[in-house]
């Protein structure tokens, strides 16, 4: 397949950089610096200009294009260039958004701007924290399946009933694979033998209930997290707050702007919106933000979040999230104690990943810096799965892969060694990257 | 000059000019019963002439905000005293006076039905008169002015303004896009309940359950329910008729002084509007908290040392209690002032409830009058908020109503409103008390207080000499002036009014 990917900033280099090893990939960006360090660093193509410009566009080829990925970080332009393209090719539009407006009116009308798919950053990203705030021991959730099937990584600490524990040990739980033990940032794929020391992340597949379980079992007595605050009036902390409201919980928002916080009170019926400077912690102890059970800093400046984040759990907050706009801020955040740093442009990336991939992969999520990856696929006849019940498959499919779940007409179904798989069924896996493009091909 | 008042003169004069055409009524009542005439044609002389002459100021009057406020509160002034002109030419009865005939027309034309006829029976008036009496209150029901642009075209543009002047409650809602559609979609409904009106009262004169009940009496009475009035052509109120007939005014009067939008709203088949609006459920609300309350008192004969004979067929009886609970709760709330019995007999715990219920009102976009309903929601809402936010400082907390959040703009509106309706109100009590004592009447502070309080809320009985079997006759032609501008305020909500006497109004 031949894409065309216009900006290269982290969102657009982090596509390229997945989809280069199986793609024809040409990269538009105005900044020639950019390019030109693209064009050393990546097997892709790079062309210096403007996507919205039809010359620059015809060079990248975009007439014999199957997917367009405009991924800038102006809305505008990424509209405009999805339009430009659709008007000389029949190729599929993939718009980046920040704003959510774009995407309500997408939805109302498909085909909107010129766009065939649109990602919003900001919901993505709001989407992704809400979440981990329904899962709260969580460290990752994607969902698979049409949210049949969950995929989740976990931290395991000292006080988890399961810490020191084999897998086969562990696995006590109904419809739940073990996929893999994270042990310091190496992907280790779960066998029966595998020890699941204090320290490591697990990462399982299964379903809702049985992941909520599992959640509750590693987690030591800690509640259901119930009171959440979200510092930051920005449009992630709006989204969060919107969505949590919509799950039946009333967090509360704390906006220093007077105007921002009054339009935001006006917009969230069910939140409290607090009008103060979040860092004051006179502030934070008078309204006992220490109880809440997650704070969740989207404050729009790195720092600040984690200013906030670290000051809330000194406070005793149980959980903190920081939304980081920095991508290697990431790891040195939750080195320093923040419990989760999401970072909209990897969320963002990962979205259009997964719509990228081959057809048949349908749906991806990334673990451990991409050291891995969990796909869903859809089997079909020419698959070695088809029709052979797994522990005869796993013979022909190579190491660091674990079938995780499966759903037949949108039933789940626990992947034994006996299941027999059939044509149409929607596989979920876990595939260490080393091996993911045998893999895709294979299955 | 800074105001164009010609603009405004102009208009008033136009709406005069067909004020004039309201006369044919009586004046078919007089045919059908054989009544002089020579009342309503100098009547229609002098408006015509009037009008045409004011109109004549301006051909072309332009409209701005402040000539909007002057054309609705001199339009109300001058119905009212064109109004008064068949009295005084009639020249029957205590109302030929022309202070009195003034009180009567101004108490008529702002709905307010409180009365200084000395005594109402055909033998001193005429079916005519007493017919336009009615009519004064149902043509100042829904609005002379909201009339006056749904009929209007040279009013289309400033008809928002005037009408936002005009109308009971913070704001007017815009039901189509065009103002003059709008004033006509509520006009048309006001009329289709008042016909309804008509017929089930005849219905239930025709079936037998309400002998005294005849077209007469009918048509007069749809005239004064639906605006919230409260004149009745009987001496004795609603307590004339049978008990079906005072059961089935109740539900006319909760319609009056609930929002005619919501009905709009219902009319095009969206009935959730109605079940979910904030302000129609306090309203129920309100309305069946003070019943219920009011029927215990009148059940139990709380407050009552002796039983007086009036009382004697309601205390423990249950139908006639809850009947005249309602009756007098709808009646009081909704600012009609009709009347199913005389409750200067009840006991004070039942009297003082309807006291307190003569400063609630109706709905905004009613034809209420008072404080209306949605303003004490919102300073309820408001005080909650107060209350939270003094224990929470930070909080940024927007007051809601149906679940849109409310300007705070509004807010400091409703409270000015609020807090000057009180002042006007103890202003007034002042005032009349002094007056009383001038000429040495003897009244009560509890009657003047209630008599200050049912004017300026376009209610119209009070308690005490002022009881709904009573009048205001007797008070002295200075305070019933005064009553005159109380219910003229009260009818316009203050404002409107109460800024031609500022300076700012006709400065630069």
Known sequence: ?443 | MYVDWRASASLVGTVLQYLTLTLSIPVVVGLVYGDPLVPFAATGVVTLAAGTGLARLDPDPDLGMREAFLMVAATWLAVAIVGALPYVVAGNGTVAQPTNALFESMSGFTTTGATVMGDISFDTHSHALLMWRQLTQWLGGMGIVVLAVAILPELSVGGAQLMDAEAPGPGIEKLTPRIAETARALWGIYLGLTVLEIVLLLGLNQVGLAPEMGPYNAVAHGFTTLPTGGFSPEAYSIEAFSAAVQWLIVPFMVAAGTNFALFWYALNGDLSRLRQDSEFRFYAGVIGATTAVVAGTLFTGAGLATLPAEMAGIVGDLEPSLRHAAFQAVSMITTTGYASVDFNAWGMPSQMLLFLALFVGGSAGSTGGAIKIVRWLVILKSIRRELFTTVHPDDVRPVRLGGRALDERAIRGIYAFTLLYFALFALGVLLVMLDAGRVGYGVTGYEVMSAVGATIGNVGPGFGAVGPMNSYLHFPWSSKLLMVALMWFGRLEVLPVLVLFTPGYWRR
């Open chain 1, 1 to 443: 397949m031949r894409v065309v990917i216009v900006g290269a900033g982290e969102v657009g280099s982090s596509i390229a950089e997945s989809l280069a090893s199986e793609h024809d990939v040409v990269v538009v960006d105005v900044d020639s610096d950019r390019v030109e360090s693209i064009t050393y660093s990546l097997d892709v193509l790079a062309i210096t200009g403007d996507g919205t410009d039809l010359d620059v566009m015809a060079e990248a080829g975009v007439a014999d294009a199957d997917i367009v990925i405009a991924s800038t970080d102006d809305d505008e332009t990424n509209l405009a260039t999805c339009g430009t393209a659709s008007t000389v090719s029949d190729a599929f539009t993939i718009a980046r958004v920040k704003s959510a407006n774009y995407l309500d009116t997408w939805e109302h009308s498909e085909g909107a701007f010129g766009v065939d798919f649109m990602v919003c950053t900001d919901l993505l990203t709001a989407q992704a924290i809400v979440r981990l705030i329904s899962l709260p021991t969580a460290h990752d959730v994607d969902p698979f399946a049409g949210g049949k099937v969950q995929m989740a990584e976990f931290d395991v600490t000292e006080a988890s009933p399961i810490a020191g524990q084999t897998v086969s040990e562990a696995d006590r739980f109904d419809s739940l694979t073990f996929a893999a033990v994270v042990r310091d940032g190496e992907v280790e794929i779960a066998r029966g033998e595998t020890v699941i020391d204090a320290g490591t992340r697990v990462v399982v597949i299964g379903n809702p209930e049985s992941v909520r379980s599992f959640a509750s079992a590693v987690a030591v007595e800690r509640p259901a997290i119930d009171d959440v605050v979200v510092v930051g009036g920005s449009t992630i902390g709006y989204l969060v707050a919107d969505l949590l409201e919509r799950r039946g919980f009333a967090p509360r928002l704390i906006e220093r702007d007077p105007e921002r916080a009054r339009d935001l009170a006006e917009r969230l019926s069910g939140s409290r919106v607090l009008e103060h400077d979040a860092t004051d912690q006179t502030f934070l102890e008078r309204e006992h933000v220490g109880d809440a059970d997650m704070v969740v800093a989207t404050l729009g400046s790195d720092e600040r979040c984690l200013l906030v984040s670290l000051l809330a759990k000194r406070l005793g907050v149980e959980r903190a999230v920081a939304v980081v706009e920095e991508h290697e801020y990431v790891d040195v955040f939750e080195a320093v104690g923040v419990d989760v740093a999401v970072n909209p442009r990897m969320v963002t990336a990962e979205e259009i990943t997964r719509f990228t991939r081959e057809d048949r992969a349908e749906n991806v999520a990334i673990i451990a810096s991409d050291r891995a990856e969990v796909l869903e696929i859809e089997v079909d006849p020419d698959s070695v799965l088809a029709g052979r019940p797994i522990r005869e498959a796993m013979g022909d499919i190579p190491e660091g892969v674990v079938i995780g779940a499966l759903t037949r007409d949108g039933e789940f179904v626990t992947p034994r060694g006996d299941t027999v798989v059939e044509v149409g069924d929607h596989v979920v896996v876990f595939v260490r990257e080393d091996v993911r493009e045998e893999v895709t091909t294979e299955l």
